[in-house]
C-alpha cells in the first residue's frame, strides 16, 4: 500500500535482514520505509551538492581561459 500518492517500490532483501531491519528501525521509533527515504533523500541532495560544485569548477576554468 502507498500513501500520499507516491507509487511503490520493490527492493529484494532477505528475510532475515527486513526482519533485523525492522527491529532496528522500531527501535529508533521510525518506520523502515521513512529510514529508506530519509537516506535516498540525503544520498541525492549530497550528488546533487557534489554535481553543482563540480559545475561550477568547469565555469571557473571555463571563464579563466577566456
Not at 529484494?12 to 530519509?38: F, H, P, Q, V
Request: charged share 35%; hydrophobic share 35%.
Amino acid at each position: 500500500m502507498t500513501t500520499r500518492g507516491k507509487p511503490g517500490r520493490v527492493v529484494r532483501i532477505d528475510d532475515e535482514m527486513w526482519a533485523a531491519y525492522g527491529e532496528l528501525c522500531e527501535a529508533e521509533g521510525t518506520s523502515r520505509a521513512d529510514d529508506m527515504r530519509r537516506h535516498v533523500f540525503a544520498r541525492v541532495n549530497a550528488w546533487r551538492k557534489a554535481q553543482g560544485r563540480d559545475a561550477a569548477v568547469v565555469r571557473r576554468m571555463n571563464k579563466s581561459s577566456d
